[in-house]
């Protein structure tokens, strides 16, 4: 069983910086690629970041590249999604995704088989 546990998330200004984290199984830490996805009141879920299984490739969505940054430490079990200037566009609930890797990390939703219960960001302007 793949359990993935999202924390850190909070009511910030616009600006501000939040760091979110997801705790993985230990199964999944080396052998799982990582998404963030995000859904605001309303809209579909949409992609935020990926990180391939050892961290060496990462993916962002236009909207958060340059100043979000995800990242992982397998030895902790653990991915973070560093985000910084935030926007009120950035509000929403934060998931936190994993797949089996297969070389390709991917951005859509669909494609990753588990998921944590989500943070909730919300960002004042």
């Known amino acids: 069983q793949v359990r993935l546990v999202e924390s850190g998330g909070g009511l910030v200004q616009a600006g501000e910086s939040l760091r979110l984290s997801c705790a993985t199984s230990?199964?999944?830490?080396?052998?799982?690629?990582m998404g963030w996805f995000r859904q605001a009141p309303g809209s579909e879920r949409e992609f935020v970041a990926a990180?391939?299984?050892?961290?060496?490739?990462?993916s962002y969505a236009v909207s958060v590249k340059g100043r979000f940054t995800i990242s992982r430490d397998n030895a902790e079990n653990t991915v973070y999604l560093q985000m910084n200037s935030l926007k009120s566009e950035d509000t929403a609930v934060y998931y936190c995704?994993?797949?089996?890797?297969?070389?390709?990390?991917?951005?859509?939703?669909?494609?990753?088989?588990?998921w944590g219960q989500g943070t909730q960001v919300t960002v004042s302007s």
């Open positions: 995704a994993a797949r089996r890797t297969v070389g390709v990390i991917y951005r859509d939703a669909v494609a990753y088989n588990y």
């Open positions: 230990a199964r999944t830490s080396s052998t799982y690629d």
């Open positions: 990180i391939s299984w050892n961290g060496g490739t990462t």
